[in-house]
T-cell receptor, first 114, second 114 residues
């Protein structure tokens, strides 16, 4: 158990719909990362937040957005869903120690768009 | 961040040491070598990281060449549960939550044979 909690574990929805994925980081971790993993793609970095502020953006579509709340949990919002958005979505939180940053990943949310 | 090159797949017999190579010939002086692994459909798991010196923890050992252009992850006594995709990542150590996402390549699919 990494200590990072993602809900829901599975989500089935239809094209055109909007969904929200939730992530609770490990206690004390200030950074949250979001990744997408589809069958034909590797782990794609979407976005990172640090203590409530957006820190870095990767290959995140305009239909997707995220935020990190004062209690440090984060939500990833996916709208106007398409079949190609079906994927595993992972959240990670990180601890910055001496000599580098370790990421701890949740077990993911499996999104199926039908 | 420097790019890495890993073999796409490797086999190893159960109980033997698994040695996973990684080339990172363009690594900079302030970049660390990180290893993560992903067991099928689970969230990636941090294994180990290092800068110059060899490192060992309860999971594995990391051997970095003197010129730092390559490294080897060693799983001393591989078990069937070590079957996974192993990612070698080179990244600058960030403070304050980092400035970019951790970029995963294709990794090495390690298969432990009974």
């Amino acid at each position: 158990d990494s200590g990072v909690t993602q809900t829901p574990k599975h989500l089935i929805t239809a094209t055109g719909q909007r969904v929200t994925l939730r992530c609770s980081p490990r206690s004390g971790d200030l950074s949250v990362y979001w990744y997408q993993q589809s069958l034909d793609q590797g782990l794609q970095f979407l976005i990172q937040y640090y203590n409530g502020e957006e820190r870095a953006k990767g290959n995140i579509l305009e239909r997707f957005s995220a935020q990190q709340f004062p209690d440090l949990h984060s939500e990833l919002n996916l709208s106007s869903l398409e079949l190609g958005d079906s994927a595993l979505y992972f959240c990670a939180s990180s601890v910055q120690g001496q000599g580098g940053e370790k990421l701890f990943f949740g077990s993911g949310t499996q999104l199926s768009v039908l | 961040d420097a790019k890495t090159t890993q073999p796409p797949s490797m086999d190893c017999a159960e109980g033997r040491a698994a040695n996973l190579p990684c080339n990172h010939s363009t690594i900079s002086g302030n970049e660390y070598v990180y290893w993560y692994r992903q067991i099928h459909s689970q969230g990636p798991q941090y294994i180990i990281h290092g800068l110059k010196n060899n490192e060992t923890n309860e999971m594995a050992s990391l051997i970095i060449t003197e010129d730092r252009k390559s490294s080897t992850l060693i799983l001393p006594h591989a078990t069937l549960r070590d079957t996974a995709v192993y990612y070698c990542i080179v990244r600058v150590a960030h403070s304050g939550g980092g400035a970019d996402g951790l970029t995963f390549g294709k990794g090495t699919h390690l298969i432990i044979q009974p």
